[in-house]
C-alpha cells in the first residue's frame, strides 16, 4: 500500500553541525507535506510544511526539500542545538482532503 | 492559553470495559481528529471531525466511536477495549480553513489494557 515513509530511524549529531532528516513518500495524490517535532513525553509539535508546487521552503533554522521527481521530502536543521533532541515526522496529505499520513519517525540526538 | 486537553492522561483498565478518553480545545477550531501512536508506526489516524456532528473514519477506526455535539469537545469511546488498543492516544485540533497546517496537538493519553 501507499505510505510516509523515513529512510533512518535513529540520527545521531554533533551540537552545532548540520542535520538532515529524510523522508520518502509513494502517493503520487499527495500535495502537501509536514514536518512535526515530537518531543519525549509531549505531542507532535508543527516545524515546517511545504506545498507540492514548491520544491523548497525556509524556515527559521530549518529548511525543508521536496523533490517530485523521486518522492523524496527531507529537513534540514542548521547548526544543530540540544533542544533539537527529539522524534521528527514527515506526514503527508491532499490541501482537500483531512486525512493525515504520517511515517514512522526519526529520533535525533545532538551530542555535546 | 491556547490549548488542547485530554483526559486522562494514564489509563490502565481491563478487557472489555468500557472508556472515554476526552478531549477539548479552546480555540474555537473547526476540525479535531483523534491518533494513536506505536513504536515503529508513527502516528495512524483513528476519526476526525471536519465540524459539529460531522465526522469521518480515519485510517484505524475499528474498536473506536466519537461524537462531536460541541466544536469543542470530541471524546474518543472504547465500547470493549481489547489488548491491542493499548497505546498512546493523541487528540488534535485545527482551523478549517488551514486544514491540516498548523493542528495543535495534546498532551497524549497512555491507554494499558490488561
Known amino acids: 500500500g501507499e505510505s510516509v515513509g523515513l529512510h533512518l530511524p535513529t540520527l545521531s549529531v554533533q551540537e552545532g553541525d548540520n542535520s538532515i532528516i529524510n523522508c520518502a513518500y509513494s502517493?503520487?495524490?499527495?500535495?502537501?507535506f509536514i514536518w512535526y517535532k515530537q518531543e519525549s513525553g509531549k505531542g507532535p509539535q508543527f516545524i515546517i510544511d511545504i506545498r507540492s508546487n514548491m520544491d523548497k521552503r525556509q524556515g527559521q533554522r530549518v529548511t525543508v526539500l521536496l523533490n517530485k521527481t523521486v518522492k523524496h521530502l527531507s529537513l534540514q536543521i542548521a547548526a544543530t542545538q540540544p533542544g533539537d533532541s527529539a522524534v521528527y515526522f514527515c506526514a503527508e496529505t491532499s490541501l482537500n482532503d483531512y486525512k493525515l499520513s504520517f511515517g514512522a519517525g526519526t529520533t535525533v540526538t545532538v551530542r555535546a | 492559553e491556547a490549548q488542547v486537553t485530554q483526559n486522562p492522561r494514564y489509563l490502565i483498565t481491563v478487557t472489555g470495559k468500557k472508556l472515554t478518553v476526552t478531549c477539548s480545545q479552546n480555540m474555537n477550531h473547526e476540525y479535531m481528529s483523534w491518533y494513536r501512536q506505536d513504536p515503529g508506526l508513527g502516528l495512524r489516524q483513528i476519526y476526525y471531525?471536519?465540524?459539529?456532528?460531522?465526522?469521518d473514519k480515519g485510517d484505524v477506526p475499528e474498536g473506536y466511536k466519537v461524537s462531536r455535539k460541541e466544536k469543542r469537545n470530541f471524546p474518543l469511546i472504547l465500547e470493549s477495549p481489547s489488548p491491542n488498543q493499548t497505546s498512546l492516544y493523541f487528540c488534535?485540533?485545527?482551523?478549517?480553513?488551514?486544514?491540516?497546517?498548523?493542528?495543535?496537538f495534546g498532551p497524549g493519553t497512555r491507554l494499558l489494557v490488561l
Open positions: 471531525s471536519m465540524n459539529v456532528e460531522v465526522t
Open positions: 488534535a485540533s485545527s482551523l478549517r480553513d488551514s486544514s491540516v497546517e498548523t493542528q495543535y
Open positions: 502517493n503520487s495524490a499527495s500535495d502537501y
